[in-house]
């Protein structure tokens, strides 16, 4: 029988997938790794980390080894409604990291990633408005080793990635290897976010799922290969990966429409 690498990689993710039913699941969701008991990597997964993970073996086994995976996304909505799933609440990092944040008030934070100013707006603004106590702030293309010895040192609490796919998943695989429990998150571009040097599409925007339209018109030349080409071979997968599923290619979990 042909190999389903792709497909069955798939598989792993949406099994790994931890879907959020409601605002109270949330909220013990952020009180839980809130008190990590050992390195915990948090990460998120939209169309684009689906993609890497058809393609890309070092990523999907970093992205794989994560503790807790949540989904991001409009498309990966339509791949839960393909395959007769619930896709609970959208959990979009870019709205969850600044909970977990305040979670986190008065403890030791560090923040890898993005370039300055932004990396130093970033801590200046999560300081003062969520009363962290940033201990490291490192820009995001050092070696991984660098990171490495910094979480030695440091022993922060809370890690906040910001280094893009897929650096940041291999980055904090290795993470968990300290020894000190610690909340490690994959967190995309949430210091240019924080930073200011990505603007957040307005509210009515991301209630309708087009928050990647408005990212596309902000950012077209960085992001043209991930949305224009990107989503369409995309949703080509989530109907190959439905077939393969309704063939019986693979071992039927879900219940399909």
Known sequence: MRTLAWQNNWQTIIHNLRVVS?????QGLIDTLSR??????LGFVNAHAMNLVACNS?????????????????????????????????????????????????????FWGTREPFLTNAVQRCEAIYEVN???AHHGFAEVD?????????QPELVVLGMGMPKQEAVAA???AIGVPCLIV????????????????????????????FRLMSEPKRLFVRYV?????????????RNVLLRGNLKKTYHLW
Request: hydrophobic share 45%; glycine share 10%; charged share 20%.
């Open 229 to 241: 080409v990107g989503n369409p071979k995309f949703l080509l997968r989530t109907l190959i990966f």
């Open 134 to 136: 940033v201990v490291s």
């Open 58 to 110: 070092d990523y999907y086994n970093a992205l794989s080894a994560a503790h807790v995976l949540l989904r991001d996304g409009s498309g990966m909505s339509i791949l839960y409604h393909r395959l007769g799933l619930l896709p609970g609440l959208n959990m979009d990092g870019t709205d969850f990291i600044p909970k977990l944040l305040a979670a986190f008030k008065g403890r030791r934070v560090a």
């Open 146 to 154: 660098a990171y490495i010895q910094l979480a030695r040192q440091l």
């Open 36 to 41: 990590p008991e050992a390195a915990t990597v």
């Open 186 to 213: 994959c967190g995309g571009a949430i210091l240019d976010f924080l930073g200011g040097k990505v603007t957040r599409a307005p509210h009515w925007v991301r209630h309708i799922g087009c928050e990647w339209v």
């Open 174 to 176: 290795r993470l968990t």
């Open 22 to 26: 409601d605002p109270g699941d949330e």
